[in-house]
């Protein structure tokens, strides 16, 4: 266990290594530099040559790189070239929102999906079921941002509520926090209730029908024993590692949320960084993404052994 | 067991359940708190987040709504856009038109406390003008030779040559004056202006709070303004409708949707953009003037306004209309009056009597350029020009224009405050923004006379003909010119012009 974690965490400096000259790559091949994007089609070629001298961005690419790498790992994520802002503050407080409206959005979409897939699976093929599984195909199929454009506008037509437009952290004020984030993690919770209700239900129902279960049932043990106590835990490994992908990928910033619902969040800050080539700020952004992406695949992991002891590593 | 596991189920349903509820009874708290005081803060819907607040050096419309609350500039535009005095109280030419004496304003005092002179303006000026900064503004007064400070509130500009459009210059924002030293305007933003930088937080909001010490005491009207950022217009709407914003940015399509609904008024105006289609005359077959001019009789402009403006613009040359002083009247152009057989016939004798295939590079960032370049390739077709649309990205757009190198395109500008810029910058030989390999020495002689004609008359009748030379030419096509819409809660006074939100934005109260 021990060594498997040392080396777990040992490769996270390939794939971050990989990572950075990727995105840097990338980056740069994209049409478009950050000086002619700002000074759109106003620019006169002087201007925008100042500029991008003003940056740094004259220098040629693999000094840039060296540079920046050499930041990073001094813990030094640079500026925007834009704004002047300081990378790494800015990154950390913004993925203290996304993690809220993950944590929140998770939160609502498990405390729908579990107990419905349960139902769903253990009264198979009945109105019930049914039901939830029609919910699941809407929620899979409905894109967020039709869902998010709903919530909006009916709160604020039918209802004459909107969500309070500045951001506030749970530890600083709940009750606004929650205010705050209560439509856009319901977004978020429908999409995700569908995934994990889907994956539910379908492992209950191949976990209801092992053997270990109809010995259960042959000692006489109630349904709902039976259940909790012995299918829950073995149906687990697989809803599980689909609850753990989409932390992951929530934990990046869900984009389309976050935009439509104005949340300063990891996304849209990356997002920006994109439309504005603001090289440093998605270059920083994305590594960290990446970073959080492998802990808590990691974390995933050693919950597996937790949930089944016969996993060992 | 079963009464467990019912229970746990239940009570994870009534968290969702008072989840929901919760949202609902907010109302009413809300609608007390905003009651309970008497508002003093005007809150503005900002679609894209600022880039940054040093005036001479970011130009993005997301930035100077903000800084051009913070600076002042020399001179401004009022609503019927003629130039009016703001930090030079009045001005002098002389009859030679090479010397512009200002006279600045007395007792204005930068945010920092300190007093605004003309050492002041002859620094912002010098910062402007070197390269390293790279302003965008340094190709508006490349006729000045030489500032001189003649006394603390006289600064007298010495040109190369008379130029007509230096007083007008002076009033962009780009142009605003900034205290002398200042090397790193993104850090700190001191200006003379109205409203003085209060707190920025990213991807949030930017606060500005009044300027007690103003130079026009009777200004600003509103005790602080809260830009609120706000990025996909379905908030923006929800928000207007709730009264969370008091002043939004809206579209055609949404002040169609916005009219008539309660608390909620939508007001336009005239803009100084205009949409255009680009051509390439340096590539084939558009460097033959027939084709283009071909390309000019296909294209049904009005069929454009219809469309994609739903009737809400109008038909623009190359000097937007709102700039009523200097735009010829569309109905002067012979081309502007579709004629779908003449343009057949004028491909045929220049050589394509079946057409050919071409691209149009659009970007897919404004739905309107996508929607103008699909009605462009339907009239297109119907002279047998079939034209591939290329949908950009906003980066690799820009990249694409500055490449001089596409077929055509389909683009926005904003004609300036004075025609020159709408001419000489876009059109002439070496005009910074001539991307589409246009040069007619006449052209150029014509434009550049203008711009040192002092004679107001005599400018304009200069004027009118560079743009009926330009209109036949066709290195563009002058499509529309749009009105821009504002959503504005009831209790806001506020009154949108070409002039620039800011100059609405300081004279608006709440009633």
Redesign the interface.
């Known amino acids: 266990m021990g060594s498997y974690l040392i080396k777990r965490v040992a490769s996270l400096i390939p794939i971050l290594f990989g990572i950075s000259v990727l995105i840097f790559t990338i980056l740069h091949l994209?049409?478009?530099?950050p000086?002619?994007?700002?000074?759109?089609?106003?620019?006169?070629?002087?201007?925008?040559?100042?500029?991008n001298?003003?940056m740094g961005l004259d220098q040629p690419l693999i000094n840039q790189y060296l540079h920046w790498i050499t930041g990073i790992l001094q813990g030094n994520f640079g500026v925007s070239v834009?704004?002047?802002?300081e990378i790494l503050p800015?990154i950390l407080k913004?993925f203290a929102i996304t993690m809220q409206l993950t944590v929140f959005g998770v939160l609502?979409g498990w405390?729908?999906a579990i107990?419905f897939g349960i139902l769903s699976a253990i009264r198979a093929h009945s109105k019930t079921d049914i039901v939830v599984r029609v919910f699941t195909l809407l929620g899979i199929s409905v894109p967020n941002f039709a869902i998010g454009?709903l919530l909006?506008?009916g709160?604020?037509?039918y209802?004459?509520?909107?969500p309070p437009?500045?951001?506030v952290n749970f530890w600083e004020d709940p009750i606004e926090a929650?205010?705050v984030f209560?439509?856009p993690a319901?977004t978020m919770g429908i999409v995700v209730a569908a995934g994990v209700m889907r994956m539910t239900r379908s492992a209950f129902l191949e976990t209801m029908d092992k053997d270990f279960i109809r010995t259960a049932r042959a000692k006489g043990n109630?349904?709902?024993?039976i259940?909790?106590g012995h299918a829950f835990r073995n149906s687990s490994i697989p809803i599980v590692t689909i609850a753990g992908m989409q932390i992951g990928y929530l934990l990046g910033g869900s984009v389309i949320v976050e935009?439509?619902?104005?949340i300063?969040g990891l996304g849209?800050?990356i997002l920006?960084g994109i439309?504005?080539?603001d090289y440093p700020v998605v270059q920083g952004g994305v590594l960290f993404v990446a970073l959080v992406f492998v802990l808590v695949n990691l974390l995933i992991d050693l919950i597996y052994t937790w949930i089944d002891p016969r996993i060992k590593y | 067991?079963?009464k467990r596991?019912l229970a746990?189920?239940f009570l994870?349903?009534s968290?969702?359940l008072s989840?929901c509820s919760?949202?609902?009874t907010?109302?009413a708290e809300?609608g007390k708190s905003a009651e309970g005081q008497a508002k003093t803060e005007l809150i503005v819907a900002a679609e894209q987040?600022?880039?940054?607040y040093d005036p001479h050096?970011?130009?993005?419309a997301s930035s100077v709504r903000v800084y051009a609350l913070i600076y002042d500039s020399l001179t401004k535009l009022d609503e019927n856009m003629n130039i009016i005095p703001n930090l030079a109280e009045k001005w002098e030419i002389a009859p030679d038109g090479k010397t512009v004496t200002m006279f600045l304003q007395k007792g204005v005092k930068f945010h920092n406390g300190k007093d605004m002179t003309a050492e002041d303006v002859k620094f912002s000026f010098e910062r402007i003008m070197n390269?390293?900064?790279?302003?965008?503004a340094?190709?508006y007064f490349s006729s000045v030779e030489a500032i001189e400070v003649k006394d603390p509130t006289t600064v007298v500009f010495k040109l190369k040559n008379a130029d007509a459009s230096f007083v007008a210059n002076t009033a962009s924002a780009y142009a605003s004056i900034v205290p002398t030293g200042s090397t790193?305007l993104?850090?700190e933003a001191i200006g003379t202006g109205p409203f003085k930088m209060e707190k920025s937080?990213?991807?949030?909001?930017v606060l500005l709070k009044k300027n007690a010490d103003y130079f026009n005491k009777e200004l600003p009207k509103v005790e602080s303004i809260k830009f609120?950022?706000?990025?996909?217009e379905?908030?923006r709407?929800?928000?207007i409708?709730?009264g969370?914003?008091d002043i939004s940015m809206v579209s055609a399509d949404s002040a169609k949707l916005l009219e008539g609904k309660p608390g909620v008024q939508i007001k336009n105006y005239q803009s100084l953009e205009y949409s255009y289609l680009g051509i390439n005359v340096n590539k084939k077959p558009f460097d033959n003037p027939k084709v283009r001019e071909a390309i000019s009789y296909a294209v049904d402009r009005n069929q454009i306004i219809q469309t994609v403006w739903k009737g809400e613009a109008t038909l623009t040359g190359p000097i937007a209309p709102a700039l009523t002083n200097s735009a010829l009247d569309p109905a002067t152009y012979p081309t502007y009056k579709t004629d779908v057989e003449k343009a057949k016939q004028m491909l045929a004798e220049a050589g394509y009597p079946n057409g050919f295939e071409t691209q149009i590079e659009t970007a897919a960032t404004y739905p309107d350029m996508v929607e103008t370049a699909q009605v462009i390739q339907q009239q297109l077709k119907a002279i047998g020009i079939n034209a591939k649309i290329n949908q950009l990205?906003?980066?690799?757009y820009?990249?694409?224009?500055?490449s001089k190198d596409m077929n055509l395109m389909v683009?926005r500008?904003t004609s300036g405050v004075d025609a020159d810029r709408s001419m000489r910058f876009f059109f002439s030989t070496t005009g910074?923004?001539n991307v589409w390999n246009y040069s007619n020495p006449a052209y150029d002689e014509l434009v550049q006379k203008a711009l040192t004609t002092v004679d107001q008359g005599e400018r304009k009748k200069l004027y009118d003909e560079a743009q009926t030379m330009l209109v036949a030419d066709a290195p563009n096509l002058f499509l529309a010119s749009p009105k821009n819409y504002y959503a504005v809660r009831d209790n806001i006074d506020f009154t949108p012009s070409a002039a620039g939100e800011v100059y609405s934005l300081i004279k608006t109260s709440i009633k």
């Open positions: 994209v049409p478009g530099d000086a002619s994007i700002m000074l759109g089609t106003n620019a006169t070629p002087e201007a925008i040559a100042a500029l001298k003003s834009h704004t002047g802002e800015q913004r609502i405390v729908l107990p454009t909006l506008l709160f604020s037509l209802f004459n509520w909107f437009i500045d951001v929650f205010k209560i439509l319901t109630s349904k709902w024993t259940v909790i935009q439509l619902f104005s300063p849209q800050y920006e439309y504005q080539r | 067991m079963k596991v746990g189920f994870s349903l968290l969702v989840a919760g949202g609902g907010a109302p809300q987040e600022p880039v940054g050096k970011v130009p993005a390269p390293d900064t790279g302003s965008i340094k190709s790193d993104t850090k937080e990213s991807g949030q909001y609120q950022i706000m990025k996909d379905a908030e709407l929800a928000a409708r709730s969370k914003v990205e906003w980066g690799n820009i990249e694409t224009w500055k683009g500008n910074s923004a």
